[in-house]
């Protein structure tokens, strides 16, 4: 059984950067227990390039392959099936291809920076002397987190920083790469909890 990842992120034509993207979620993954099953994971720079990308390895799998894919959700309601979310969603407009369920569309909530609030042990760490925690969302629940919440509150948060304020490119995924799968899990059950719970039943040695 293989298992090939498409992820939203790294740079569209940036080489280094899709090496850092897939470093940071690779490291994440290996974390949450798949050490030696871990999936094929494929930086695609933008978000409609990772669906495009997905479509065509899905159509074209082995017999025995799992083809996933992993974006942003974009505001998506909790209530509203994925599929149904991005077919609807105005920029995306995303079909399934034949055969894809439910199983095979998975999403970061609201967008991948959710995933830090999380762990902000890990953010302090990172960003070290001048990092606000005060800063950051007081929200319960990542998932109900909205975008420009997420962006604001990070921008807050790391402004003091030698190595702030927060920047998507310069900082996200090694970010991701120091996080704790288990408390992103916690925090996030009904989206990275799903996903990364997906991964460790069809990843196998």
Known sequence: MTVKLFVEGGGDRNKALDTECRRGFSE?????????????????????????????????????????????SEERPLSESSWSHVQQRKGDGWAPPSGASGEHLHFMVQAMEAWFFADPDSLASYFGKGFRPAALSRRANIEDIPKSELESSLAAATKDTIKGPYSKGDHSFAILSRLDPAKVSTASPGHAGIFLDLLRSVCTK
Request: charged share 30%; proline share 4%; aromatic share 8%.
């Open 28 to 72: 994440f993954i290996r974390k949450a227990g798949l050490e030696g099953r871990m999936p094929r994971v494929v930086a695609c720079g933008g978000r409609n390039a990772a669906f495009d990308r997905f479509c065509t390895a899905f159509e074209k799998r082995a017999p025995g392959e799992i083809v996933l894919l992993l974006v942003d």
